[in-house]
């Protein structure tokens, strides 16, 4: 049975007082809603973490994580975050490679095998987003794009390191546009990278690996969506800013 997850992607949004409150609304609306293999997560930003990290700890099944971490382990590199740092305040995943930071901070498929690499030795589960740009829809490319994101970024990675890899298919065409994928485009990828795990490793690896979908998923567009069968869950940008709106996605699953 693969894990389902919700996870909340913040950005650089709400102050300090603002990310503390909204994350204690979501710890007590979703405390009856998390079900069986089902995980919550809310990726804030670092200045957040300490404190979402000491009130996760009375929740269950909700955990926090980071948006981003540096690749060396500790040392001269200003304004950057370890992974060690991330984890000692309670941190149980950080997303990495996600479109604004590929695209933003140029951060290359190399560097982010660096980071995962990392993140796995402290650890921390990657929330690891692929997707292509709309040129790249557009042109027929994105499977290509896709296996490729995948190849360079973790096909490195043993059986068993893989397996603690969370995977985020997000169209970046879909990231804050309010376009979003169908469900069926959404699950004909999803199925593609099942595929692609089953021929760079096995069968089980494949069926074991939770896939989120990530692009302007909502209220309304989340039950479709996680009713594809390789749709294990999404990462959420806008909706996760809203107690409301992130629990009513939580509550796809029980539905
Ligand atoms: C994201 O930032 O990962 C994301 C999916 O954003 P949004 O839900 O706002 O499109």
Redesign the pocket.
């Given at each position: 049975m693969r894990k389902k997850i919700v996870a909340g992607?913040w950005?650089m949004n709400l102050d300090y007082q603002t990310g503390v409150s909204l994350f204690s609304e979501i710890v007590n609306m979703v405390k009856d809603e998390v079900i069986g293999q089902q995980e919550v997560v809310v990726c804030s930003p670092a200045v957040h973490l300490y404190s979402l990290g000491q009130l996760a700890h009375s929740a269950t099944n909700v955990s926090i994580g980071a948006q981003n971490i540096y690749q060396a382990e500790s040392g001269a590199f200003t304004g950057e975050i370890s992974a060690s740092q991330v984890k000692s305040v309670g941190a149980d995943y950080v997303?990495l490679g996600?479109?604004?930071r590929r695209a933003y901070f140029g951060e290359t498929d190399e560097v982010l095998a660096e980071k995962t690499n990392v993140a796995l030795k402290h650890q921390l589960t990657p929330i690891f987003?692929i997707g292509e740009t709309k040129e790249e829809r557009e042109s027929g490319q994105f499977f290509d794009v896709i296996k490729s994101q995948l190849e360079k970024g973790l096909f490195h990675l043993s059986e068993s390191d893989f397996t603690k890899i969370v995977l985020?298919y997000?169209p970046v065409w879909?990231?804050?546009?309010?376009l979003?994928a169908s469900p069926e485009q959404a699950q004909e990828v999803h199925a593609f990278i099942r595929e692609t795990l089953a021929n760079q490793y096995n069968q089980a690896l494949a069926d074991s690996t939770s896939i989120l979908y990530?692009?302007?998923?909502?209220p309304t567009n989340a039950p479709d969506l996680f009713s594809q069968p390789d749709i294990d869950g999404?990462?959420?940008?806008?909706?996760?800013l809203k107690s409301r709106d992130f629990t009513d996605i939580v509550k796809v699953f029980n539905s």
């Open positions: 992607n950005k997303i996600h479109s604004e987003c985020a997000e879909a990231i804050g546009t309010g979003t990530g692009g302007s998923c909502n999404g990462l959420i940008g806008g909706a996760s």
